[in-house]
């Protein structure tokens, strides 16, 4: 059975940084995609940061240059450090992994992602 777990969601003020934790065990894909992605009170899920098995990254606009996503392979955790934290960055973050690659643009699409976390919380304060 499949389980992602977040930690390390907090509170901070602006310009703050966080490192987001994502414990995986049971995923036995060697082809994949896993990604953090946030949703805030009102507003739709948005992908925050992709990453695939061959270590290509992508990221949405607004967390370019502020946020890095990585992977520790060894440990089986997906991390994502979060810099130059903003008051729009407070939403509820969830990684969440598919169960295939089929080439960049697959960790692009939100529906291809089987498997997902419970999330952690964030919140930024001005």
């Known amino acids: 059975q499949v389980q992602l777990m977040e930690s390390g969601g907090d509170s901070v003020q602006t310009g703050g940084s966080l490192r987001l934790s994502c414990t995986v065990s049971g995923y036995t894909y060697n082809n994949y995609c896993m990604g953090w992605f946030r949703q805030a009170p009102g507003k739709e899920r948005e992908g925050v940061a992709k990453i695939s098995n061959n270590g290509r990254t992508s990221y949405a606009d607004s967390v370019k240059g502020r946020f890095t996503i990585s992977q520790d392979n060894a440990k089986k955790t997906l991390l994502l450090q979060m810099n130059s934290l903003m008051p729009e960055d407070t939403a509820m973050y969830s990684c969440?992994?598919?169960?295939?690659?089929?080439?960049?643009?697959?960790?692009?699409?939100?529906?291809?992602?089987?498997?997902w976390g419970q999330g952690t919380q964030v919140t930024v304060s001005s």
């Open positions: 969440a992994a598919t169960s295939e690659y089929r080439g960049y643009w697959y960790c692009s699409e939100q529906q291809q992602y089987t498997y």
